[in-house]
């Protein structure tokens, strides 16, 4: 069984700065890759930013040069800080996790949300 524990969220004013933490447990066997997307009301899921077990990143543009996606390997843990949030960061931020688990194939699993607003 798997695990993934989200924390970070919040309200913060236009301008601030929030850190998003994952963290995944139980049997585990490889991570291939980690990242955040986010789901804001009426619209798709999307990704936000990725990072890879080799530690290659991606961000979507929108976030390029605020946001910043970062691993702990053994912690099994991945961080999103924001900075420079804008009301269009305004959504739900899912953690997810791409991996390998005891006796099971690779596959996503994904956190149970937290929510982000940023206010004007």
């Known amino acids: 069984q798997v695990q993934l524990v989200e924390s970070g969220g919040g309200l913060v004013q236009a301008g601030g700065s929030l850190r998003l933490s994952c963290a995944a447990s139980?049997?585990?066997?490889?991570?291939?890759?980690m990242g955040w997307y986010r789901q804001a009301p009426g619209k798709q899921r999307e990704l936000v930013a990725q990072i890879t077990s080799g530690g290659m990143t991606n961000y979507v543009d929108s976030v390029k040069g605020r946001f910043t996606i970062s691993r702990d390997s053994a912690k099994n843990t991945v961080y999103l800080q924001m900075a420079g949030l804008k009301p269009d960061d305004t959504a739900v931020y899912y953690c997810?996790?791409?991996?390998?688990?005891?006796?099971?194939?690779?596959?996503?699993?994904w956190g149970q949300g937290t929510q982000v607003t940023v206010s004007s």
């Open positions: 997810n996790v791409r991996m390998s688990v005891i006796g099971i194939d690779v596959r996503d699993y």
């Open positions: 139980g049997s585990i066997f490889s991570i291939k890759a």
